[in-house]
């Protein structure tokens, strides 16, 4: 097979570098060679902030070269309109119901888009809109919402659902492992 | 899998350095390089510590190394400037455990003040750079940089990237092996670097320096692919490597792991089979530079940028202007008509209110090094200045006085954070403390280094009530200076603030304001968060101007004004907004919301 390209998008502060770790070492452990990159530093602070995650026979870059992603897992909605341009032609989009609003937008100074998954679905891309809180919610804990979301990219990839769990289990906080691995199994009924 | 395990760049570096015997490591944090500290402290053989500054990290190393331990610093890119005077005489000695100065690039300025190339130290103190490309590669040239470094006496640069030190790869895992220590044995003559024991060094750099291009002409460290009938041959480095690979140009390329010294009779020697050469490398031309000057006809900046990252795409397309790649690479434009999304402070971040005061007060101030440098971004642009850690404080008494001579006075304040004046604040500090400018310099300290992760300051012992290290007092630091004005407050008291502030930019004199809110983030601070009863607002936005991340204006059902609104789920409670809303629309919860 070739090489599956994932893009992780989000806000600073949104946990984008544990879905990017979990997503990796999932697929490291079922047996692929693997390439992660994500920017952390100042964007942290509430910024734009990306993860990627290769993985396939064998993986030179970090990033996903311009027109290949696969799949996007947007972990907000805006962020996830910011990198369309690595995205392939009807590539896989996993996008959180959420809208953190940005400063320009806090300070009326420009307008959160509307319709963002309307747009992203006439584009040609094959849209899974997912209220990752409310489910998170219902499963118990509203901080499962990133594990929410690897749920349902967990029934893209070519990774075992026990690949997942022990993955998940290896890099949560003990306390929580339990209510993330019904987080998990909600988001894929 | 067996002995293979998933690490980041920065992970690579410490697990190399403790297979290969190190001993003794410090640091100053900083992007891209934090984690290779962090990560180095699960290595209990290691004494791993994070300095005040990066001069006093590679000063301990020094030590370390000449008691003939192997030794580990590193910082990112602008850390080395501060270190540069101990490290460029250092530089002279023939080095006794081996040494190993790794610093983070940060092309792009991810989250730096400049772009500068690390590579030019090299050519600048006469010592090897290598340059992986990959984590495995990271792990494998620390364990050479170790080698070579005592092999040869010569401190090692090993030069990462942002990319290459946050990216993750598998990577090969292997035993420690102990390296001897042989102590501190006296030697004056190689330790002791004046004159004559200095002159004779300069001998000593220029030869080590030949027999590390000897080296490197003979290594296997560079590889070399051959492509049968290419006429072009590429010679690369670092991660630009692995993006080239991506291109699959029709081409030779050499991969150099050793940077400086090149291996120019072997690359000449190669040339000669090529029509064309290009150079691949990110930022300056600093390989194309020294093979032009030894005669080879290579090219690369022509073709690709000097600044920023290099990325598949881009040298897709600097590979098909030199007519290297046949196809024009089509290549899809970003999406500019959204809403950017700028770094913003944290909802109940202690610098808040004091931005929110001095934009009111239109004060000139000169900012500093940290999270309070988002005080130059909308909507506060408060400070006028960001040039260094530490250089808010001479700059502020340059501006009195330049003021001053032309007639010109106004009052001046400066922005200086606590882990910035234990950094290189203090000596500007004592500079101040005979200052009559009227100057007012407002001391952020919220207990931590929280920008670069939330690592301690010595100020953090103070706030944990001896539960942290040891503590030292600015206050008491800043009287032993003989300065009299201070005042220490607590900055969530917003008008008890604004007064203090606004009194003590009137006064002739320097002034010191101490504030003393710990960070939110790092600590962890959550209280009942605010809401805003829209009976009582009037939609005058006051709260808006605090600019909080909760907080927005929102169209409430029912209403023809659109009302403010707080996100219960990102409010921590700092009340700060509930202080500036004029009619009191802004209350605190009962309690917090699970
Ligand atoms: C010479 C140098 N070393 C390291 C850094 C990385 N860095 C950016 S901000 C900062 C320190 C911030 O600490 P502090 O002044 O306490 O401000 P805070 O972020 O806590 O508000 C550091 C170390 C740098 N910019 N320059
Ligand atoms: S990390 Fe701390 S100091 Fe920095 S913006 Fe957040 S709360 Fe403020
Ligand atoms: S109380 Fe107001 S200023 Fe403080 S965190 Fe909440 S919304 Fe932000
Ligand atoms: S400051 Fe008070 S009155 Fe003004 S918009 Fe905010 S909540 Fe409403």
Redesign the pocket.
């Known amino acids: 097979m070739g090489t599956t390209n994932i893009l992780i998008a989000g806000v600073g502060g949104q946990g984008l570098v544990l879905s990017t770790r979990i997503i990796s070492y999932a697929a490291f452990k079922e047996g692929f060679d693997i390439k992660s990159g994500d920017v952390i530093g100042l964007s942290q602070r509430g910024g734009t902030v990306w993860g990627s995650v290769r993985f396939g026979k064998e993986v030179h870059s970090p990033i996903i070269p311009n027109g290949e992603a696969d799949i996007l897992l947007g972990l907000e909605e805006l962020e996830s309109l910011r990198w369309l341009h690595l995205m392939r032609k009807n590539a896989h989009i996993i996008i959180n119901k959420q809208n953190i609003f940005p400063n320009r937008v806090l300070i009326e100074k420009e307008e959160y888009p509307k319709d963002i998954v309307a747009d992203l679905k006439s584009k040609g891309f094959q849209v899974d809109s997912v209220d990752a809180r409310e489910i998170a919610r219902t499963a118990g804990n509203v901080k499962t919402e990133n594990i929410v979301l690897l749920g349902r990219l967990s029934k893209l990839l070519p990774i075992k659902y026990e690949t997942w769990i022990e993955t998940i289990k290896e890099n949560v906080p003990a306390k929580t492992v339990d209510i993330n691995i019904i987080a998990f199994n909600k988001s894929r009924e | 899998m067996g002995n293979t395990e998933l690490m980041t760049g920065n992970e690579a570096v410490s697990r190399g350095f403790w297979e290969n015997g190190g001993i003794f490591a410090a640091s ?4 891209p390089t934090v984690e290779i500290l962090e990560s180095m402290k699960k290595y209990s053989e290691i004494e791993a510590r994070w300095a005040p500054n ?1 001069k006093v990290a590679l000063e301990m190393s020094i030590g370390a190394s000449m008691a003939g331990g192997r030794t580990m610093v590193s910082m ?1 890119h ?2 080395i ?2 270190a540069a005077d101990p490290f460029m005489t250092f530089t002279q000695i023939r080095t006794k455990g081996g040494f190993v100065l790794v610093i983070g690039d940060d092309p792009g300025l991810n989250s ?2 400049n772009e500068q190339d690390s590579r030019f130290w090299g050519k600048f103190a006469n010592i090897p750079v290598l340059e992986p490309s990959n984590p495995q590669e990271i792990k494998d040239y620390t364990k050479l940089a170790l080698n070579l470094s005592e092999e040869f006496g010569t401190p090692v640069l090993l030069k990462l990237t942002t990319t290459l030190c946050h990216g993750r790869a598998p990577v090969q895992l292997g035993e420690r092996t102990e390296a001897v220590v042989e102590g501190f044995v006296e030697d004056q003559g190689r330790f002791c670097m004046l004159p004559p024991y200095a002159n004779k060094q300069q001998y000593f750099m220029q030869e080590r320096i030949q027999k590390l291009r000897e080296y490197n002409n003979s290594t296997s460290i560079n590889a070399l692919t051959e492509k049968a009938d290419a006429d072009t041959l590429i010679i690369t480095s670092g991660v630009s490597y692995q993006y080239l690979l991506e291109t699959q140009p029709n081409a030779s390329i050499l991969k150099l792991a050793m940077v400086y010294p090149l291996p120019i009779e072997k690359i000449q020697e190669l040339s000669s089979k090529y029509k064309k050469i290009i150079v691949v490398e990110e930022l300056m031309p600093f390989i194309e530079e020294i093979l032009k000057a030894n005669g080879i006809k290579a090219e690369g900046k022509r073709f690709f940028p000097f600044t920023g990252e290099l990325t598949t795409e881009i040298i897709r397309k600097g590979l098909y202007e030199a007519g290297i790649l046949e196809e024009k690479p089509v290549i899809n434009e970003k999406n500019i008509q959204i809403p950017p999304r700028t770094p913003m402070l944290c909802a109940g971040c202690p ?1 808040r209110p004091v931005f929110h005061i001095l934009k009111k007060a239109k004060a000139v101030v000169m900012g500093d ?4 440098s988002l005080g130059i971004l909308e909507p506060f642009e408060v400070l006028k200045t960001n040039i ?2 530490g250089a808010s404080l001479g700059m502020v008494q340059g501006v009195a006085s330049t003021l001053r001579k032309a007639g010109k006075s106004e009052p001046l304040v400066a922005m ?5 004046f234990f ?1 290189s604040g203090m000596t500007g500090m004592v500079e101040l403390s005979k200052t009559k400018d009227n100057i007012t310099v407002i001391v ?1 300290d ?1 207990r ?5 992760g939330g690592q301690f ?1 010595p100020t953090t012992g103070e706030y944990l009530e001896g539960k942290g290290d040891h503590t030292i007092s600015i206050k008491g630091i800043l009287e032993a200076f003989g300065i009299k004005d201070i005042t220490v407050l607590d900055q969530f008291k917003y008008k008890e603030t604004k007064e203090t502030m606004l009194a003590a930019m009137k006064r002739e004199g320097l002034s010191i304001i101490i504030t003393t809110r710990p ?1 939110a983030l790092n600590f962890k601070i959550k209280e009942p968060y605010f809401y805003v009863d829209q009976e009582i607002c009037i939609s005058c936005r006051s709260c808006i101007g605090v600019n909080c991340p909760p907080i927005s204006m929102k169209q409430y059902e029912g209403k023809d004004k659109k009302n403010s609104y707080i996100n219960p789920d990102m409010c921590v409670g700092c009340s700060v907004c509930s202080q500036v809303c004029p009619v009191g629309a802004i209350k605190r919860s009962q309690k917090e919301e699970a």
């Open positions: 100053y944090p900083g992007s990066e990112k602008v850390g400037n501060i730096s003040q610098h090094i940290g999270c309070y260094s850690m200086i954070g606590d882990g910035t950094h952020m919220n931590t280094t929280a920008m670069t300051t960070c």
